[in-house]
């Protein structure tokens, strides 16, 4: 026979409240949300007047050590000798109601459950104002175990009400001391307890409770972090559940973390806490790891515990922070995501979150950078659902991948290079459309989409109002102010035939209207309506709005299933561009948007800033040299094959001016020229389309800046007989080989 896990233990009412007073039981739910409503609590005492058993209880006898602080106090003693595993929400009745004290419920208020008890009719009831006005009931049962409730003065002073009210009888007088009595004595009331060894550990109690328990409700490791967290650091758990609780109410005029896209529970910002502080979203080990054990030798340790549980208290201070908190919000703001409604996943939300706190805090990130960053990350995550299938496998490999990380750029570099590398040209082309071939209404690419138009600053369709208006999580009327309508109207398809509802709901039968729009449509066949609708648009915008709305051209008088299979298309294609978009300003907003030559040069070399002495001289023999020219070629080549950047020539290393006369050109248009030769013989005349050098001051010498933007193909070097193909890495240019370079172009370029 196998070794017991457990052994029956038997307690009475009043002991097991005494022990819960006294921390030697564990009970967490007095200080947190309690979902019991009041009639369950009702029927639960009356049950147990009525001498009906109210189930087991499961505890678990605590192996930690006793240098702990007790669950829901300040002061040290004695560790809680129990935890409860179940049984949570009962005992949490009980104690409440024996000892009067509030409870805290799940939208964070408090109430303190009042249970009225009739002695003649032997009834209990929920008090509300009426129960209270009624002379029949005691208002609330709390008093009889009142420390300063004198039994028989509460008797004489009920049967004193009563009498005001009618007349009591002597039998009516007897049975009423005896029901009070009999209430009173519910403190005897015995439970039976099964107290699971502290032998065992969290996944052998997770099995134990699935197999007793009649509901099936499975224990999580968060449940399991979260009571070891009121056991060892009971002021972070309550400082998380502060903050999940002011998340969810507006305020005015003071910080809070508020706001419109998550109201968080413990549980998901415990999950950020362990990203942050040691890179893990399984919680299993983590939860073992924070108990002082050793996960080669299976031993516990105070200091080992203590140790791990000062990284979580770092960490959580950074979840936390609520300038972090609400400067990633503008992250998601950017990448097109207005409001938590056009979420489908908040794992993709709370898991990007980690990345951007892994960003700012320990890899140093400028904002302005990293915002970039991590919009074009959720954007790539909301789109393919990365956390939505596997969420804790597919994160844990992410969050591997920082080991070989050292710093900010190579940081920004990982980021760019897996969102690039997921959404290839075949996703775009292939992957996409397919995936919009669905009536779901929550479909990671129709939300995406909804995003698109948003960094699109597109406008609802034949409508002057623009859909990040229309999508203003803020406002909030009777009518949704945005409807997605039908194209092909339900009523004209019905006259095709098609009434199948996941063939009438496809999402590329939907576009983005005012709702008045949607009503004046009504059921017209499109080559009806579109011609009046078309009478409302400035013509200069129709043609942007036919794109931002993915129509082709004729869609009105198209056979239904071929509309559908080109404006899939045509859809993918608008997301595809305004993910462009997430990767930096286009050529046209490059050009407006030059970065001063002190910005660049403050900020040092990054993956999109290097520094080069001069073009083609080198300094420490006073001589031309091919490989200064060979440098400066492959700078130019990584900077177009990836993201983009500027090459400043006449700045040294440290970024000190140098200027460009050690060159040795008659002027600056030779110099010009000299370097657009080069780099047409050598790169091609095709790519010159995405150089632009221009000539600068700075601290009194010259400088040449090389603005270069991502190339829409493959950028080659020639040297000599051969072609080499670069690209940028951080701070430094890497050359590929051939089957790196064949693996880098079928992910980086749409062809």
């Known amino acids: 026979m196998s070794e017991m896990l457990f052994q029956q233990v038997q307690y009475n009412l009043e002991a097991l409240v005494n022990f819960i007073e006294l921390g030697q039981i564990g009970l967490p739910n007095i200080q947190r949300p309690f979902v019991w409503k009041n009639t369950k609590v009702r029927d639960l005492f009356d049950s147990m007047y009525r001498g009906y058993p109210v189930g087991y209880l499961l505890l678990w006898q605590n192996g930690f050590s006793d240098d702990i602080r007790t669950i829901g106090t300040d002061h040290k003693q004695t560790a809680p000798r129990l935890l409860i595993v179940d049984g949570q929400q009962r005992l949490t009745s009980l104690y409440a109601v024996v000892k009067g004290v509030p409870v805290l419920r799940e939208n964070y208020s408090t109430e303190t459950i009042a249970i009225a008890f009739s002695p003649l009719l032997e ?110 650091w009971d002021d972070g758990r309550a400082e998380l559940e502060t903050f999940c609780r002011t998340a969810r109410t507006p305020t005015v005029g003071e910080a809070s973390p508020f706001n419109h896209f998550i109201h968080p529970d413990p549980d998901q910002l415990l999950r950020v806490n362990v990203g942050v502080g040691f890179k893990r979203a399984r919680l299993k080990f983590v939860y073992s790891i924070l108990r002082g054990k050793d996960l080669e030798t299976g031993q516990f340790s105070a200091e080992r515990r203590d140790a791990q549980f000062k990284i979580l208290k770092q960490a959580q201070t950074r979840t936390l922070n609520l300038q972090y908190w609400h400067d990633f919000f503008k992250a998601i703001v950017q990448a097109g995501y207005k409001g938590g409604r056009l979420f489908t996943s908040q ?48 994160f844990e490999f992410d969050l591997a991948r920082l080991r070989e990380i050292k710093d900010g750029d190579a940081f920004i570099t990982m980021l760019h290079q897996i969102c690039d590398t997921t959404l290839t040209g075949d996703f775009w082309t292939l992957t996409l459309p397919n995936e919009l071939a669905t009536s779901s209404p929550r479909s990671p690419s129709l939300f995406a989409y909804y995003a698109s ?76 309506y579109l011609p009046q609708l078309i009478e409302q648009v400035d013509v200069k915008e129709l043609d942007r709005m036919t794109y931002w709305h993915a129509l082709p051209d004729g869609w009105e008088n198209m056979k ?84 983009g950047g500027t090459l400043l020539i006449g700045v040294g290393d440290h ?55 991502p190339a829409k193909s493959p950028v080659f070097v020639k040297d000599g007989n051969t072609e080499h193909f670069y690209i940028r890495t951080g701070t430094s240019t890497s050359e590929l080989t051939s089957s790196q370079t064949h693996d880098f172009i079928t992910q980086h370029f749409d062809s």
């Open 123 to 232: 009834r209990f009831e929920v008090a509300d104002a009426a129960i209270r006005r009624d002379k029949f009931y005691i208002p609330n049962i709390s008093v009889l175990w009142s420390p300063d409730t004198d039994l028989f003065d509460l008797v004489d002073d009920y049967l004193e009400n009563l009498s005001s009210n009618r007349e009591v009888s002597a039998e009516e007088r007897k049975h009423i001391r005896k029901v009070i009595q009999r209430l009173s004595n519910l403190l005897t009331y015995p439970l039976t307890a099964l107290e699971l060894s502290p032998k065992i550990d969290d996944e052998q109690v997770a099995e134990v409770f699935v197999r007793i328990n009649s509901k099936g409700t499975a224990l999580v490791e968060a449940d399991f972090i979260l009571t070891l967290m009121s056991v060892f």
């Open 347 to 394: 794992n993709n939300l709370l898991f990007t979150y980690v990345m951007y706190l892994i960003g700012r805090t320990e890899y140093g990130v400028g904002e302005r950078t990293l915002r970039q960053a991590i919009a074009k990350w959720f954007f790539m995550c909301s789109l393919t659902g990365r956390y939505t299938r596997s969420p804790e496998s597919d």
């Open 453 to 528: 138009l948003i960094l699109l600053d597109a406008k609802a369709l034949f409508s002057p109002q623009r859909v990040v208006d229309l999508m203003d999580p803020s406002v909030h009327a009777r009518r949704n102010a945005i409807e997605r309508h039908h194209l092909f109207p339900l009523g004209y398809l019905k006259t095709l035939g098609i009434t199948d509802i996941r063939e009438t709901n496809q999402i590329a039968n939907y576009a983005i209207t005012e709702w008045n729009d949607n009503v004046d449509i009504s059921d017209q066949p499109p080559a009806v």
């Open 560 to 643: 239904y299933s071929d509309f559908l299979t080109q404006r899939r298309e045509r859809m993918a294609r608008v997301m595809a561009d305004a993910y462009k978009r997430l990767s930096g300003p286009s050529e046209e907003e490059r050009r407006g948007q030059e970065v001063s030559l002190v910005d660049l040069i403050g900020d040092g070399e990054t993956s999109r800033v290097e520094f080069k002495a001069t073009l083609r001289v080198n300094l420490h023999t006073g001589q031309k040299d091919p490989r200064m020219e060979l440098a400066i070629l492959k700078t130019v080549a990584g900077f177009l094959n990836t993201q």
């Open 655 to 709: 970024g000190n001016p140098v200027g460009i006369e050690a060159d040795g050109f008659a002027n600056e248009d030779k110099m010009n020229l000299h370097l657009i030769h080069l780099l047409r013989d050598r790169i091609g005349t095709a790519k010159l389309m995405y150089v632009h050098p221009r000539f600068e001051d700075h601290e009194d010498e010259r400088v040449l800046a090389v603005d270069c933007w």
